[in-house]
């Protein structure tokens, strides 16, 4: 995700890149202090502008109402302490408008209701189903430990079905279930390596579940080949 955070408050956009950055670590969040700053920051790639309404100058509604024409596609989402904007800034196909101060659960609330949905970015990574086998870059990809190996060929064989923990130690352990400090161990290698390549979003956590974002993979090969190579049925 591309997004660019306006604020006449340092403090606050900085704040805001923060949250962002924790929410989407793959994303570009760039900040700037005033209208005009942000309309040099501002290009087709951008897909979200979060816009404080009250500044110095041009202010967020109207500033939003110009970034419109020239970028239709632009998710705009107002940020402000005073509610008394609200009624004016519906003159804008805004996405949200959040109060302050705001949290990191309203803004992933926000995002979850765009006007302009988000495109997925690719990860590096490239999955050959058969023999399974990874790659970035055209170079050879692995985890540390060779469980999570199995693990995420699992994963990616579940087609981004969620998968608990049980099915994890039933797969992987036949089932054993003192191997849950084991699987945790190999969830936490899985996170850590992808993220040294930038594709830690790979991976979606949903109430003790875990699955990959398979819109961001690619996959080359019939997923069946997985489950072949390694047995599971």
């Known amino acids: 995700m591309v997004t660019v955070s306006v604020?006449?408050?340092?403090?606050?956009?900085?704040?805001?890149?923060?949250?962002?950055?924790?929410?989407?670590?793959?994303?570009?969040?760039?900040?700037?202090?005033?209208?005009?700053?942000?309309?040099?920051?501002?290009?087709?790639?951008?897909?979200?502008?979060?816009?404080?309404?009250?500044?110095?100058?041009?202010?967020?509604?109207?500033?939003?109402?110009?970034?419109?024409?020239?970028?239709p596609r632009l998710n705009i989402i107002f940020v402000t302490g005073h509610p008394e904007y609200a009624l004016r800034s519906y003159d804008v196909s805004a996405s949200a408008f959040l109060q302050k101060p705001i949290y990191e659960h309203d803004i992933e609330r926000a995002l979850k209701r765009l006007r302009?949905?988000?495109?997925?970015?690719?990860s590096p990574l490239t999955v050959r189903c058969r023999p399974f086998a990874m790659f970035v870059n055209g170079g050879s990809f692995t985890f540390r430990r060779q469980k999570t190996n199995e693990l995420f060929a699992y994963l990616v064989y579940r087609n981004g079905s969620f998968c608990t923990t049980g099915e994890a130690l039933g797969i992987l352990y036949d089932g054993d279930p003192d191997k849950d400090a084991a699987f945790r161990q190999l969830t936490m290698d899985m996170r850590d390596c992808l993220a040294?390549?930038?594709?830690?979003?790979?991976?979606?956590?949903?109430?003790?579940?875990?699955?990959?974002?398979?819109?961001?993979?690619?996959?080359e090969g019939r997923l069946k080949d997985i489950s072949d190579e390694f047995g599971w049925l």
């Open 7 to 71: 604020d006449d408050q340092k403090g606050a956009v900085e704040l805001m890149k923060l949250m962002l950055t924790r929410i989407d670590p793959d994303g570009t969040h760039l900040a700037a202090t005033s209208m005009e700053e942000a309309s040099e920051l501002i290009t087709e790639e951008t897909e979200v502008a979060f816009l404080d309404i009250e500044m110095p100058g041009m202010d967020g509604i109207d500033g939003a109402a110009g970034l419109q024409k020239r970028f």
């Open 116 to 122: 302009v949905p988000l495109k997925k970015k690719k």
């Open 196 to 219: 040294e390549i930038g594709a830690q979003s790979l991976i979606v956590k949903k109430y003790g579940m875990i699955g990959i974002d398979m819109e961001r993979l690619t996959v």
